[in-house]
C-alpha cells in the first residue's frame, strides 16, 4: 500500500489523475471567453439601469470614475434589453460547472507551502485571492438575486457592480499571465502528448508562476521548474480528462436548457430552473410574468378605485389631475413591447394601449422637445416604487403610460390603473401603479 500524505500541503495529497495543464487550460479559455461577455453585459445592464440622472435610479453611488461609460440607452431595438440580459443571467448559470471545475482542478495550489516566498509570489497570490474570491462573489450574488431577489433590499446592485470591477481587474491581469501557455497546453493536448508531473515542459509556462517543488518530488523540477498541477502519485483513473471536460459541459447544457427558456421564447417549456421560467403563470391577456404583486407592493383596491386615483402630472406650467376616464380620452396609441427584467426573464411582446409619454409632457409645458420624467408609484416602501427615465426614453413614441395589456384592462399585478412601458428598458423602469409623474431636468 502507498504512504498517502495527510496534509494538503504535499503534492502528493492530491490523487486526481485528471488534474493538470490541459485539463485547467481548456476550463481557463472556457472561462476568457464566458466573462468577458458577463462583464460587458453586466455594464451595459448598468448602463440601461443607471441613467445617472437622478439620485433614485443611481443604484452605485460614488461610482465616479467607474461609470465612464454610461451612456443614454436607447429605445431601439424594443427586445435590446431582453438580449443582453437574456446573455448576461444564462450565459452566468450556465458557466457555473465550468468555473467550479476549474477551481477544484488548481485547488492543490490553494494549500502550496511556503505560502509566501517573496514580495512578488505574495503580490500573485493576492491577485488570486481577488481572482477566486471575486469570481465567487460574482456568481453567488448574481445566483441569488436571480433565485431570491428578496435578499438583496437594494444593495444587490452596488455590491453586484463593484465586485464586478475587482473581479475584472483580477481576471485582465490573470488572462494576461496565463492565456499564453493555456494556448501551448491545449495545442498539446491535441496532439495527444501526454502530461508528466514535474517534468516542467508541459506546465505553467508563464515565468512568474515558476515553483519549487514540494518535499515529494516529482511536483517540481529540482530547478524550480514549473509545477505542472499533475498528481505526482495518481489514483487510477475513473473517467477520462475529455470525460471529465464532458461531464462539466453537459452540467453546463443542462442548465442552460433548465434556464434559456426564461428569456428565449422557444425553451419557455423547458426553463424548469428560472423563477420567472416556464409557462406563463395565468391564462388571458394578463395571464404572462409578473414581478411583484399588488399585494407584495401593498396596493389597496381602495386607492386604484375610479374615485379615489388622480395621476399627478407635473411640469414648468403647473400640476394636472387625471382621473383614469380622463386619461381614457386622450389620444390612446398601442405598442408591442416585452418586459425584461434585470433578473433575466423576460416575456414575448405584448400590446399595451395607453397614452404617449411625451403628450403627457406637454399637457404641462413640455411641447417640442421631450424632458426626463421621474416617476413614482402608490407603492409606500421598496427600491422599485419610483423610477427616471430619459429624454430619449421618453420622446419615443412607443413609450406608454399603458391603462390596457392585450386588450383588457390592466390587473391589479399588473399596474393597475396605470404603468410605464417604455421600449428596450429594464422592466424595472416599467413602474406600475403610478400616481404620479414630473416632467424636466430632476
Ligand atoms: N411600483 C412598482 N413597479 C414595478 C416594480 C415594483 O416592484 N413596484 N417592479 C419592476 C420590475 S423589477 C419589473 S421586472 C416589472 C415587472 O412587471 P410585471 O410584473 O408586469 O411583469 O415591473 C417593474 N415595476
Ligand atoms: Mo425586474
Redesign the pocket.
Known sequence: MRDIPRSPTSPAFWRSPLRGPAFTSVLGLVLLVGVTVLFVTGLLSYAAYNPDLAAVNDKTPDKGLLGFYLFDWPTDPHWLYRLTQGVHVTLGVTLIPVLLAKLWSVVPRLFELPPVRSVTHALERLSLLLLVGGGLFEFTTGVLNVQLDYLFPGSFYPLHFYGAWVFIAAFVSHAALKVPAAMRNVRRMRRGEPEVAGDGAYGDETGAHEEAGGPHGGAGGPDGTARTLVAPCPDPPSVSRRGALAFVGGGSLLLFATTAGHSFDALRGTALLAPHGGVEPGPGPNG??????AS??GIRAAETGEDAWRLVVTGPTGTVRLSRAELGRLPAHTARLP?????GWS?SDQEWRGVRLRDLAALVGHEGRAPDVFVE???RH??????ALRSNQVADPRSLLALHVNGAPLSA???YPA??IVPAA?????????ARMTFGRL
Open positions: 404572462f410574468q409578473i414581478n411583484k404583486t407584495y407592493a418586459i425584461a427584467c434585470v433578473e416575456t408609484s402608490l407603492q421598496g427600491a422599485f416604487r419610483h423610477a399585478d399588473h399596474g404603468r410605464v429594464p422592466g424595472v423602469l416599467n413602474t406600475k401603479w403610478v
